[in-house]
């Protein structure tokens, strides 16, 4: 299995550091918004390399830098108790360039595959989109 | 499998091809071979009759397969061809059910999602990198069940797409 986080060898743990009330940014594109209803689908919150959702948190950056040189897209918030009640963790992982950067990570109980997207749908319908689409 | 598609034109001959619905009927023809051995995902489908739905989804798929690698921001690889293979096939599949257009998606990692709603309940269908796919039924917005669609199960699809409109009582 690939890892979508290079450099991550072991599974990242929650981080209590990172408050439930805090928004967790995603980057999102058009296609994963819902034309019936304007929410966002589960395809929002998967990620079938290593299952780990990239974020970032909203206390350690702005909605500019998140999309700063990503046009075309716009930006979903989560607030980080939505994967926690799903036995999501959320794990700090910053990198040199992005103190900002975390990762929402599975159970392993749901490692199999096919067990992920029920939990990617039930985030995906409690985000809120914060910036739209570019049209 | 380049192209999935082909086009049925006039016969080059002089002879007519008495099996020509007309000469500019289109076809998709998918020998599922390359990707599964099983007859059951040999379908043809008439362009001419196709429903709306069904070639803009093919389109939408099509438009896809052309998104490069980091598309999400987040690094994603490009759709996989066997991704892009295998949802043309479900699409083949459920052309002919009486469900209603899905919305198609890609999905970080190199998949695609089809996602339907009807009434109080919705059906996705995702396709994974490697080709399988996996379902999730949704009852009243909060009650879900998902699981694998095994690759020899074709019934298994249609039986997704009876039940999406399957409305109780």
């Not at chain 1, 036995?87 to 749901?110: F, R």
């Not at chain 2, 500019?24 to 739905?53: D, K």
């Not at chain 2, 996602?115 to 999730?136: C, I, M, N, T």
């Not at chain 2, 074709?154 to 039940?163: F, H, I, P, V």
Request: aromatic share 6%; glycine share 6%.
């Amino acid at each position: 299995m690939a890892d979508a986080a290079p450099g991550l060898t072991t599974r990242p743990v929650d981080d209590p550091a990172i408050p439930d009330a805090e928004a967790l940014l995603r980057r999102i594109v058009r296609e994963w918004i819902d034309p019936n209803d304007g929410t966002l689908i589960a395809s929002a919150f998967l990620d079938r390399r290593s299952g780990y959702v990239s974020v970032n948190r909203s206390s350690l950056t702005t909605r500019e830098a998140v999309l700063a040189n990503t046009a075309h897209m716009g930006l979903a918030a989560l607030e980080a108790r939505i994967p926690r009640r799903l036995d999501h963790a959320v794990a700090s992982d910053p990198s040199p360039d992005d103190a900002s950067h975390a990762l929402i990570v599975p159970p392993a109980s749901l490692d199999t595959m096919n067990k992920r997207k029920a939990a990617a749908r039930i985030m995906a319908k409690s985000a809120q989109i914060t910036e739209p689409i570019p049209s | 499998m380049k192209n999935p598609f082909v086009r049925r034109g006039p016969p080059h001959s002089s002879a007519p091809d008495p099996n020509a619905i007309s000469a500019n009927a289109f076809y998709s023809i998918q020998p599922l071979g390359a990707l599964q051995p099983q007859a059951q995902w040999l379908a043809i489908t008439p362009y001419a009759t196709a429903s709306e739905w069904f070639m803009d989804s093919i389109h939408t798929v099509s438009r896809l397969g052309h998104l490069e690698d980091g598309w999400d921001s987040y690094g994603s690889p490009a759709l996989t061809h066997m991704a892009k293979a295998r949802a043309l096939q479900v699409l083949i599949c459920l052309e002919r059910q009486p469900v209603p257009g899905p919305h198609v998606a890609p999905v970080p990692g190199g998949g695609i999602s089809m996602d339907w709603s009807s009434g109080s309940r919705a059906l996705e269908l995702e396709v994974l990198p490697d080709g399988s796919v996996e379902f999730l039924r949704v009852y009243d917005s909060d009650r879900m069940e998902e699981g694998l669609i095994p690759p020899d199960r074709l019934d298994y699809l249609r039986e997704q797409a009876a039940w999406l409109t399957q409305h109780p009582a």
